[in-house]
Protein backbone atom coordinates (compact mmCIF):
# COMPACT_ATOMS: atom_id res chain seq x y z
CA UNK A 1 0.00 0.00 0.00
CA UNK A 2 1.40 3.29 -0.98
CA UNK A 3 1.66 6.05 1.32
CA UNK A 4 2.50 9.71 1.57
CA UNK A 5 2.92 11.31 5.17
CA UNK A 6 3.50 14.27 6.03
CA UNK A 7 4.70 16.22 8.87
CA UNK A 8 6.24 19.58 10.42
CA UNK A 9 3.19 21.37 10.95
CA UNK A 10 1.71 23.37 13.75
CA UNK A 11 1.14 26.87 14.78
CA UNK A 12 4.32 29.50 14.29
CA UNK A 13 4.40 33.52 14.38
CA UNK A 14 4.79 35.26 11.22
CA UNK A 15 7.89 36.43 9.99
CA UNK A 16 9.32 32.70 11.37
CA UNK A 17 9.95 28.97 9.75
CA UNK A 18 8.33 25.83 9.12
CA UNK A 19 9.88 22.52 7.84
CA UNK A 20 7.24 20.61 5.91
CA UNK A 21 8.24 16.84 5.47
CA UNK A 22 6.81 14.15 3.60
CA UNK A 23 7.58 10.13 3.74
CA UNK A 24 7.02 7.73 1.34
CA UNK A 25 6.37 4.32 1.48
CA UNK A 26 5.03 1.34 -0.35
CA UNK A 27 7.15 1.83 -3.25
CA UNK A 28 10.41 3.91 -4.14
CA UNK A 29 9.81 7.64 -5.59
CA UNK A 30 12.99 7.73 -7.35
CA UNK A 31 11.24 8.23 -10.38
CA UNK A 32 8.41 10.26 -9.33
CA UNK A 33 8.10 14.35 -9.31
CA UNK A 34 6.77 15.34 -6.29
CA UNK A 35 4.45 18.39 -5.34
CA UNK A 36 3.30 20.25 -2.65
CA UNK A 37 -0.12 21.53 -2.46
CA UNK A 38 -2.09 23.82 0.20
CA UNK A 39 -5.69 24.53 0.50
CA UNK A 40 -6.72 27.71 3.09
CA UNK A 41 -10.75 27.63 4.33
CA UNK A 42 -12.87 28.42 1.86
CA UNK A 43 -10.71 27.88 -1.25
CA UNK A 44 -9.38 25.69 -3.66
CA UNK A 45 -5.78 23.87 -3.16
CA UNK A 46 -3.61 25.43 -4.89
CA UNK A 47 -0.07 24.41 -6.48
CA UNK A 48 2.98 26.00 -4.08
CA UNK A 49 6.03 23.77 -5.50
CA UNK A 50 7.31 20.49 -6.92
CA UNK A 51 10.27 19.10 -7.66
CA UNK A 52 11.91 16.95 -10.38
CA UNK A 53 12.48 13.02 -10.28
CA UNK A 54 16.05 14.03 -10.49
CA UNK A 55 16.29 17.35 -8.36
CA UNK A 56 17.06 18.76 -10.93
CA UNK A 57 14.20 21.21 -11.78
CA UNK A 58 12.20 23.14 -9.00
CA UNK A 59 9.68 25.34 -8.92
CA UNK A 60 7.50 27.58 -6.92
CA UNK A 61 4.38 28.98 -7.20
CA UNK A 62 4.52 32.68 -6.85
CA UNK A 63 3.22 33.12 -3.70
CA UNK A 64 6.36 31.43 -2.30
CA UNK A 65 8.77 32.33 -4.28
CA UNK A 66 12.37 33.66 -2.62
CA UNK A 67 11.19 32.10 0.52
CA UNK A 68 10.56 28.78 0.38
CA UNK A 69 12.90 25.60 -0.48
CA UNK A 70 12.04 22.23 -1.70
CA UNK A 71 14.49 19.00 -1.03
CA UNK A 72 14.53 15.56 -1.61
CA UNK A 73 16.21 12.61 -0.24
CA UNK A 74 16.20 9.77 -2.26
CA UNK A 75 17.65 7.18 0.27
CA UNK A 76 15.28 8.44 2.56
CA UNK A 77 12.12 8.59 0.00
CA UNK A 78 11.18 11.89 1.84
CA UNK A 79 10.51 15.22 0.02
CA UNK A 80 11.02 18.67 2.26
CA UNK A 81 9.79 22.32 2.19
CA UNK A 82 11.29 24.58 4.23
CA UNK A 83 9.06 27.79 3.99
CA UNK A 84 10.60 31.22 6.29
CA UNK A 85 9.17 34.54 6.59
CA UNK A 86 5.75 32.97 6.77
CA UNK A 87 2.74 35.08 6.37
CA UNK A 88 -0.91 34.60 8.21
CA UNK A 89 -1.95 33.53 4.15
CA UNK A 90 0.05 30.85 4.22
CA UNK A 91 -1.96 29.43 6.75
CA UNK A 92 -3.35 26.33 5.25
CA UNK A 93 -3.30 22.39 4.78
CA UNK A 94 -0.56 21.20 2.96
CA UNK A 95 -0.31 18.16 0.95
CA UNK A 96 2.37 16.39 -0.47
CA UNK A 97 1.96 14.39 -3.61
CA UNK A 98 3.60 12.70 -6.45
CA UNK A 99 3.71 11.81 -10.35
CA UNK A 100 5.38 9.50 -12.30
CA UNK A 101 7.97 11.57 -14.39
CA UNK A 102 7.24 9.64 -17.70
CA UNK A 103 3.59 10.87 -17.25
CA UNK A 104 4.02 14.71 -16.27
CA UNK A 105 6.76 17.31 -17.51
CA UNK A 106 7.28 20.65 -16.91
CA UNK A 107 5.46 23.23 -14.63
CA UNK A 108 2.50 22.75 -16.63
CA UNK A 109 1.93 19.60 -15.40
CA UNK A 110 3.27 19.76 -12.25
CA UNK A 111 1.09 22.34 -11.12
CA UNK A 112 -1.94 20.48 -12.09
CA UNK A 113 -3.26 18.60 -8.79
CA UNK A 114 -5.10 16.15 -11.36
CA UNK A 115 -1.88 14.59 -12.94
CA UNK A 116 -0.72 13.41 -9.43
CA UNK A 117 -0.94 9.94 -8.87
CA UNK A 118 -0.14 9.60 -4.91
CA UNK A 119 -1.45 12.08 -2.17
CA UNK A 120 -0.53 12.63 1.12
CA UNK A 121 -3.77 13.57 4.21
CA UNK A 122 -1.88 16.95 4.74
CA UNK A 123 -0.48 18.73 7.70
CA UNK A 124 -1.94 22.09 9.20
CA UNK A 125 0.10 25.27 9.03
CA UNK A 126 -1.53 27.95 10.87
CA UNK A 127 0.42 31.12 10.87
CA UNK A 128 -0.66 33.64 13.48
CA UNK A 129 -0.11 37.55 12.79
Known amino acids: QVQLVESGGGLVQAGGSLRLSCAASGRTFSSYTMGWFRQAPGKEREFVAA????????YFADSVKGRSTISRDIAKNSVYLQMNSLKPEDTAVYYC??????????????????????WGQGTQVTVSS
Open 51 to 58: ISWSGGRI
Open 97 to 118: AGVNRYRCSGIGCYESQGQYDY
